[in-house]
């Protein structure tokens, strides 16, 4: 299968030169523009926080809250939080982390991970109801459609659970604030981001692949293009002129999701910790049904 597709993929590049150079292109300007300066801040101050240990003191007192209600840790309430603040991959990629660094254990974060990796409220805001959709009054609804899923479905799936940060080392400190700490997480968000333009920009080749496909029926290309790479799928619906009803909840679908090309980056920031992706793509598609039913309630109520 992987012959296949890598053979598919260089044939198309060869014969397409023009619409692969294109769709580079397009894919190389988001991550430019979009990703780079949006997430490497925030990846570079993520991995100071969490091995110099500044966040654990914060994040204990909030756990006293939060555990009455949401089924976390208190390591797992920074990926969660910055998961939905700032977008992703950053849930997946600060919940590795955390496991990796002996923070969290690795059930709560195979477990987490499925809910706190969701696209950033600001793509939502902007690209999707401003310049897609142009309905910048649907921002708080969208944000209710998109977000609450997700969460709800974690809490009735580890309702039973009980999650607990594992007892650090007393002979293991956490890193002084030094320059050696600066330069190792201006590194690793750097490798980070660029992991995510490499993907970003096979996917825009690939997703850019499906608008030659002979395929006549407009919803069902917007499906094809949206679920591979939800921003030229974005992009696409918005140009086919659809009514609002159908535009939209094709819009929060592939939001929800995240396309093909947001699944592999997730697999591969967590690849080291040995995640499954299976209960990971049940998440999704679970919570993508549930937003869309919402999205089509909401433009037809």
């Known amino acids: 299968m992987y012959i296949i597709i890598l053979v598919g993929f260089l044939f198309y590049i060869l014969a397409f030169p023009e619409n692969s150079v294109s769709a580079a292109s397009i894919g190389l300007n988001l991550w430019y523009e979009t990703m780079l300066p949006t997430l490497l801040p ?26 009455k209600v949401f089924p976390v840790s208190s390591a797992g309430i920074f990926p969660l939080t910055a998961g939905l603040l700032f977008g992703f991959p950053m849930g997946s990629k600060i919940t590795a982390d955390l496991v990796l660094s002996g923070k969290m254990s690795r059930e ?10 969701n696209i950033s409220p600001m793509f939502v805001g ?5 310049e897609s959709l142009g309905k910048p009054e649907l921002r708080l609804t969208t944000y209710l459609i998109l977000y609450v899923p997700p969460l709800v479905l974690y809490m009735i799936q580890n309702r039973k659970q009980h999650f607990d940060s594992p007892i650090s080392n007393p002979e293991k400190k956490a890193a002084s604030m030094n320059l050696s700490l ?3 997480g201006i590194m690793n968000g750097f490798e980070t981001l660029a992991k995510l333009g490499g993907y970003i920009i096979l996917f825009a080749i690939l997703a850019q692949m499906t608008t030659t496909l002979p395929v006549s029926n407009p919803i069902l290309k917007c499906l094809l293009i949206g ?3 939800i921003t030229n799928g974005i992009s696409y619906t918005a140009n ?4 609002f009803a159908l535009a939209y909840p094709l ?9 093909l090309s947001g699944f592999a980056q997730t697999a591969s920031m967590v690849k080291d910790c040995r995640f499954s992706m299976l ?23």
């Open 42 to 67: 925030f990846s570079i101050l993520s991995y100071i926080l969490i091995h110099s240990g500044i966040l654990d003191n914060c994040a204990r007192t909030l756990h006293r809250f939060l555990k």
């Open 108 to 117: 709560e974060g195979q477990r987490l991970f499925c809910a706190c990796n």
């Open 126 to 130: 902007s690209f999707v109801l401003i």
């Open 182 to 184: 600066i330069d190792a």
């Open 227 to 229: 679920f591979t790479e």
């Open 240 to 243: 086919q002129n659809l009514d």
């Open 251 to 259: 819009m929060i679908s592939f939001t929800a999701f995240g396309g």
């Open 279 to 301: 209960p990971y793509l049940k998440m999704k598609l679970l919570g993508t049904a549930v937003s869309f039913a919402l999205a089509l309630l909401l433009v037809y109520s």
